[in-house]
């Protein structure tokens, strides 16, 4: 198994990092999100999966060993392969997957490109006791807080992706929070394009 690669990024494609090591580019397939945080040039140490299949050697990439072990375990589900494994962690971080599956949240999975809504409820069951508990999970004998809804999960990850801190990302997210909510509430799924321009207004006011 080869747990990760570190070395200097030799180059970027939509969904894969070149990392040169030891005088070899190893292609590593990572999510949009991970991504985002590698620079041509510069030095990475991604966390990896090495999936074998009879006709191909695939190497998956992660920003760390929590992800990496979240794949793995996704693809213990029934149905779930890597790269349905790889798409939910596009969509929701680790921990976020954690509160999904831990207050039973369908629409949180059914918000990953592949899972309907029979997938969702399959996955849920599986799922309920091998992600283990969300950090921060309250108490027993207390609920956990009801999972961040998926448009702000998208959201988060793509104000990440344009290079703004998380707490910049959060405050944003705050800031168009009622109008998301004013949607939901006339029936409607709010609407994250539109969303994300209305935060990096925002965020462009406070800088």
């Not at 707490?167 to 944003?172: C, D, G, I, K, S």
């Amino acid at each position: 198994m080869i747990a990760f690669v570190s070395g200097t990024v030799a180059a970027l494609a939509p969904d894969t990092a070149v990392v040169e090591v030891g005088g070899v580019g190893m292609a590593v397939r990572c999510t949009p999100d991970t991504l985002s945080t590698l620079r041509v040039g510069r030095a990475a140490r991604l966390a990896t999966s090495l999936v074998v299949r009879e006709d191909s050697l695939t190497l998956y990439g992660f920003a760390d060993d929590d992800e990496r072990q979240t794949f793995e375990l996704l693809q213990t589900a029934s149905g779930v392969g890597p790269r349905l494994a790889q798409a939910v962690l596009a969509v929701h971080r680790p921990d976020a997957l954690r509160r999904a599956v831990a207050s039973a949240d369908e629409k949180a999975l059914t918000a990953v490109p592949g899972i309907g809504r029979k997938g969702a409820q399959k996955l849920l069951l599986e799922l309920k006791d091998r992600l283990g508990e969300p950090a921060g999970a309250a108490a027993v004998g207390h609920p956990p807080d009801a999972a961040p809804a998926p448009w702000s999960e998208q959201l988060c990850a793509a104000l990440v992706g344009l290079g703004y801190s998380a707490r910049e990302a959060e405050e944003a997210i705050a800031a168009v929070t009622p109008a998301a909510e004013s949607a939901a509430a006339d029936g409607a799924a709010p609407k994250v394009p539109q969303l994300l321009r209305a935060a990096l207004r925002t965020l462009n006011r406070t800088r």
